[in-house]
C-alpha cells in the first residue's frame, strides 16, 4: 500500500521550514478497525507498507507533519486480488491536508498604567505595519482599536512590526 500525502495549497512544494510534509503517521486499519500498521511519510509525503492481506482498509492520520492541521477523516482503500501472474497487488491513497494558518495580534499598552491611557491619551488609532522576516515584505497594515490589532490568515513564519 502506497500513500502521498500534499499540501490543498502549497501542494508538495513546501513554503517555508515551518511546513514539511515529512513525518506524517497514518495508521492503517482492517474495515472493521484493526490496526494493523502504520506509514510515515517521507520529505516529499510518500509512503509504504507492505505485506498486507487482500481485503478492505482504511488509513487515518495519527500524527500530522509540521504545519498541517491533523486530518480525522479515514481514507478508504482495497487490496484486491489480481490474477494468478501478479505476485504482489498494490494500492494507492493521495490525501491533500490542509496547511495551518496563524493569527498575529499586536496590543497597544500604556508603559505606565496599562491597558488604561493616562489623561486624554488613547491607544486606539496607532497604525502599525507588519513584515514577513525572511523577505522584510510588508504583509498588511492595521490600526488599533480596543487597544489592539490582530492580522489573520497568516502562513506559519517569522514577522515583525514597525509603527
Known amino acids: 500500500m502506497t500513500l502521498a500525502k500534499i499540501g490543498k495549497e502549497f501542494g508538495s512544494d513546501m513554503f517555508n521550514a515551518y511546513y514539511s510534509l515529512n513525518d506524517a503517521v497514518y495508521g492503517i486499519y482492517t474495515s472493521t478497525g484493526t490496526r494493523v500498521g502504520a506509514i510515515t511519510t517521507d520529505g516529499n509525503g510518500k509512503g509504504i507498507l507492505q505485506n498486507l492481506k ?3 482498509y482504511y488509513a487515518l492520520e495519527e500524527k500530522a507533519p509540521a504545519g498541517y ?3 480525522t477523516t479515514k481514507l478508504p482503500f482495497e487490496l484486491k486480488y489480481a490474477g494468478q501472474t501478479v505476485a504482489v497487488t498494490t ?3 493521495d ?3 490542509q496547511e495551518q494558518r496563524g493569527t498575529a495580534t499586536i496590543e497597544k499598552v500604556d508603559a505606565v498604567t496599562g ?3 493616562q ?3 488613547s491607544l486606539n488609532g496607532a497604525v502599525y505595519e507588519l513584515y514577513r522576516a525572511a ?3 510588508l504583509v498588511k497594515s492595521v490600526t488599533t482599536a480596543n487597544n489592539s490589532a490582530s492580522v489573520s490568515g497568516l502562513e506559519l513564519d517569522d514577522y515583525y512590526c514597525k509603527k
Open 54 to 56: 487482500l481485503g478492505s
Open 69 to 71: 492541521v491533523l486530518n
Open 91 to 93: 494500492a494507492h491513497v
Open 95 to 97: 490525501t491533500a491536508d
Open 115 to 117: 491597558k488604561q491611557p
Open 119 to 121: 489623561g486624554a491619551a
Open 135 to 137: 523577505d522584510d515584505k
